[in-house]
C-alpha cells in the first residue's frame, strides 16, 4: 500500500514475481481494495498470490514515529510481523521509507550490535557491468554518527561480498576530497573508525566515483545519500529526455537511432531504476526492502527478487559474525594497549 499509485504496482508486480521467480507472494493491506484490483487481473487466480488484511495504511507525508505507533494494524506492521513470524521470509514496500525503518526496527528488531539499520543502494558504473558500486546509506537515517558509518561499512562491504561474489571489495568515504583532513567533523571521525577496521578500505572518495568504478562501497550518512541518489535520478531522466530529443532531430539521427535500437535500450535498462528493484535495510533480523514511491511493477517485481536473493544468501547471520568479530579484535586490541 506504499506506492504514489497503490496498490496497482505493487499487485502488477507481485503477479509479476510469481510467474517468473516462483515464489508466494502476500499481498498486504485492506482485503476488499486488494481484491478489487486483483480481480482485474485474470491470471491471479493460477499464480501463488494472496491477500492479508490491514486495517490501516502509513501516508508518505506522515511522521514516522507517530504513525508507526499509532497504526499497529498498517500494512507495515502487519506484513513485517509476517516475517517476525516466520510466515513469509521477506517483505517489500515502496512506502514511507522512515516509518519502514522504523518499525521494522521495533517489530523484527536489529542484529546486536547494530544501532541503525541502513539502506544499500545498487549504481551501475562506468567499469561495466559485473563491476557495479554501492552507496550505503540512502535515506534510513538522515543523522548520523561516526560509530554508525563504521557499521554501514562493514555491513555494505559484506553485502557486496554475498551478492557480488567479490572477496575482498574496496571501501570508500564519501566526502568533498580525497585527503584525510577532508570533509565535515562526521566524515573525518567516520575515518579514523573505518580505517581501522579489517576492510580494503582506501580513503575518501568524491560523487564521481559513485559511478566510475574505482571503489565498489561507497559510505555515507543517510541525507547525503538521499541527495545523491534523488539527484542521480533525475540525471538519468533528463539525459533519456535529451537522447530522444536529439535522436529525434534529424532524418539522419532517426536512422541512427533505430539501427542502434538494441544498444539504446540495453542503455536503458541499466540506468533504469526499476530493474533494481528496492534497496536492502541492513542490520536487521530479518528482510526488508525498500523501494521508491514511484515504484512501478517492474521495480516491485525486482524488490521481490532482491527480497528473495538476500533471504538465501543468509547476509544477515554473516553480517553478524562479522560484527561481532570486529567487537572481538576492538576489545583485544583495546586490552592490549593497556598492558603494553
Do not use: W
Amino acid at each position: 500500500m506504499g506506492s504514489d499509485r497503490a496498490p496497482k504496482p505493487e499487485i502488477e508486480g507481485a503477479l509479476l514475481a510469481a510467474r517468473h521467480y516462483g515464489v508466494r507472494v502476500l499481498l498486504v493491506g485492506p482485503e476488499d481494495r486488494l481484491r478489487q484490483e486483483l480481480a482485474s487481473h485474470p491470471s491471479a487466480q493460477r499464480l501463488s498470490v494472496d491477500v492479508v488484511n490491514a486495517t490501516q495504511v502509513i501516508g508518505m507525508h506522515e511522521k514516522a514515529v507517530q504513525a508507526v505507533r499509532a497504526k499497529k494494524d498498517s500494512s507495515m506492521h502487519v506484513g513485517l510481523r509476517l516475517v517476525r513470524d516466520k510466515l513469509a521470509v521477506g517483505f517489500v514496500t515502496a512506502g514511507n521509507t522512515g516509518a519502514a525503518m522504523t518499525a521494522a526496527k521495533i517489530v523484527l528488531g536489529a542484529l546486536p550490535g547494530v544501532d541503525r539499520p541502513a539502506l544499500a543502494n545498487v549504481f551501475p558504473t562506468s567499469a561495466g557491468k559485473t563491476k557495479p558500486s554501492i552507496l550505503i546509506d540512502v535515506g534510513a537515517n538522515v543523522d548520523s554518527k561516526p560509530h554508525n558509518l563504521a557499521q554501514f561499512a562493514l555491513m555494505g562491504e559484506m553485502y557486496y561480498r554475498a551478492i557480488f561474489g567479490n572477496p575482498r571489495p574496496t571501501v570508500g568515504l564519501l566526502s568533498i576530497g580525497e585527503e584525510e583532513t577532508k570533509g565535515n567533523e562526521l566524515t573525518r571521525k567516520g575515518f579514523a573508525l573505518i580505517k581501522d577496521l579489517p576492510l580494503n578500505f582506501v580513503g575518501n572518495v568524491e560523487g564521481r566515483d559513485v559511478y566510475n568504478g574505482k571503489v565498489d562501497v561507497i559510505v555515507c550518512d543517510g541525507f547525503v545519500g538521499n541527495v545523491a541518489l534523488k539527484i542521480s535520478e533525475g540525471l538519468v531522466e533528463a539525459v533519456s529526455y535529451l537522447l530522444k530529443e536529439s535522436l529525434n532531430s534529424t532524418v539522419t539521427s532517426q536512422v541512427g537511432a533505430l539501427l542502434a535500437r538494441k544498444a539504446f535500450s540495453n542503455f536503458g535498462r541499466r540506468l533504469d531504476y526499476s530493474e533494481y528493484g528496492g534497496a536492502p535495510l541492513l542490520g536487521l533480523k530479518g528482510v526488508a526492502i525498500v523501494g521508491h514511491g514511484r515504484s512501478n511493477a517492474n521495480a516491485i517485481k525486482n524488490a521481490i527478487r532482491v527480497a528473495k536473493q538476500y533471504y538465501e544468501s543468509g547476509i544477515n547471520a554473516r553480517i553478524e559474525q562479522e560484527l561481532n568479530a570486529a567487537r572481538t579484535e576492538a576489545v583485544t586490541a583495546s586490552h592490549s594497549e593497556e598492558i603494553a
